[in-house]
């Protein structure tokens, strides 16, 4: 699940040291757990993020804090998927929002396809809520295509599945083709 704070949202930004992006540890998941509800704006996202993630998952995902304090400021998790070994899923982003705007998610998402097209993989798939404007301009702006096939409806102005995840949890599905000749990740 892919997102963060809503558009508008007011921000105290800090001044942002360099920043540097590693495996994440176990460790770590009690540091996003402890900020992921506040960077979602509120929303109850750690649930999505139980600590399996940063057991099962350590060497597909990323870490990025500050390199004078290690202060935590983004991660991305995700994986490659075992029944289609060319398909690699962003699980979750999330960036503080003292730092957004600064290209740490591109760096996240570049960091993240670079490690799949290594592995072999030839698409990077993730899904957000189509009300969540932002994350689809996001994604679409790094060259993720809005998947509009059968099935989806018009959400929010976007192409989306209704119930995709049950009940009420619409969600646009965003591909990513690797080597698709997309300038849109290059030069980061």
């Given amino acids: 699940m892919t997102g963060g704070a809503s558009d508008g949202e007011a921000v105290e930004r800090w001044p942002i040291p360099p920043i540097e992006l590693r495996r994440p540890t176990e460790d770590d998941h009690r540091r996003i757990v402890a900020v992921i509800d506040e960077w979602w704006g509120g929303r109850r996202m750690h649930q999505l993020l139980p600590r399996l993630w940063l057991q099962h998952f350590r060497g597909t995902s990323w870490i990025a804090e500050t390199t004078d304090s290690g202060r ?25 929002p003292n730092v957004r705007r600064r290209g740490l998610a591109r760096r996240l998402y570049t960091a993240f396809i670079d490690d799949m097209a290594a592995r072999g993989v030839h698409r990077v798939t993730a899904v957000t809520w189509p009300g969540n404007r932002a994350s689809v301009a996001f994604h679409t702006r790094l060259g993720f295509r809005v998947d509009d096939g059968p099935g989806t409806q018009r959400l929010y102005g976007t192409p989306a599945y209704p119930s995709y995840d049950g009940g009420d949890d619409d969600r646009v599905v965003l591909s990513y083709e690797i080597g698709g000749g997309s300038p849109r990740l290059a030069g980061r």
């Fill in 72 to 96: 935590l400021a983004g991660f991305l998790v995700g994986f490659v998927s075992p029944d289609d070994p060319e398909t690699g899923y962003v699980h979750m982003v999330g960036v503080d």
